[in-house]
């Protein structure tokens, strides 16, 4: 844990106003830990990647932790890093009100979530900040728990952290929960958060990375999809390029479509042509005729 307490200096709250963040939102507990984090990505390269921590408990979570687990909740709550929400679950009207509150005091692009009880939520958020769902604007993100949605982001961050590049504040619930943390690794070499191994709770880490995720590939002209559970960019001024093209083409198309049926109309109008035949010797107009107009001898074609 030494690199990450080395990132612990404290992230200047006023002069992010205004700024581009990234979230990310995980809701898997609602009897113990939730959290909700934020990225603000450096605006040079001499900058830092600063973090914004939000964890929630129930109140009845937070006194069976401190008194049973011997887990610091009480303290940090009183402290102001755990917010507790009135009775024995966590109340997620208290996060989409802290969420709301971040999308008015930043730029806040997209939230990266688990859709473990955190779908309505999600829904909801959406509603309030994007709700004509333009693809320009605000967007909720489910990203699957899997090694192909977690590999990079990690992996990144981990080097952020061994190079001191983050700025998290010295959040306690945040260092807990990063000295928990439990990391899966596939036949490929691709790792993962792994919370079913983890002997603590590890869910700050998780939204940690999922915010990470969304500030490396999030950015504003891009949004996301999914295919077999990995993450697809899409460039938006790519696909409004592609679609201007292909609208030009369209409309080339029917233009000449269109000039096409006004020749066959004015053939129409026309009607037949008719094979003109001149006269050898004068060179006059003969067609049809047996007699040259111009001398009365017979026609020489």
Aim: net charge negative; glycine share 8%; aromatic share 8%.
């Amino acid at each position: 844990m030494d690199k990450w307490d080395l990132c612990a200096d404290q992230v200047p709250l006023e002069s992010l106003k205004g700024r581009t963040c990234h979230g990310g939102l995980d809701l898997s507990s609602r009897i113990d830990l939730a959290s909700f984090v934020l990225v603000f990505s450096p605006e040079d390269e001499e900058g830092f990647y600063d973090v914004i921590w939000h964890f929630y408990c129930p109140e009845e979570g937070i006194l069976k932790r401190s008194q049973v687990d011997r887990v610091n909740y009480d303290i940090w709550q009183k402290q102001g890093f755990l917010t507790a929400t009135p009775g024995n679950v966590v109340d997620y009207s208290a996060i989409e009100k802290d969420i709301f509150e971040a999308a008015d005091l930043y730029q806040l692009e997209q939230i990266g979530y688990d859709s473990w009880n955190a779908q309505a939520t999600a829904t909801r958020v959406m509603e309030k900040l994007n709700p004509t769902n333009n693809d320009k604007g605000f967007q909720m993100v489910e990203m699957r728990q899997g090694a192909k949605t977690f590999n990079e982001p990690a992996k990144d961050l981990l080097v952020k952290i061994m190079t001191g590049k983050i700025r998290h504040g010295g959040n306690p619930v945040a260092r807990w929960n990063a000295d928990n943390l439990v990391m899966r690794i596939d036949a490929n070499g691709n790792i993962a958060p792994d919370k079913e191994h983890a002997t603590e709770k590890i869910d700050g880490m998780v939204a940690f990375m999922m915010a990470w995720g969304q500030a490396m590939f999030g950015e504003k002209d891009n949004i996301f999809v999914y295919h077999e559970g990995s993450i697809s960019k899409i460039d938006l001024n790519e696909k409004e390029d592609e679609m201007a093209k292909k609208e030009k083409t369209k409309k080339e198309e029917i233009k000449k479509e269109e000039i096409k049926k006004e020749e066959i109309s004015k053939d129409e109008i026309r009607g037949p042509q008719r094979a003109i035949i001149l006269c050898k010797r004068c060179g006059r107009d003969v067609t049809g005729l047996e007699f040259c107009p111009n001398d009365g001898l017979k026609v020489n074609i």
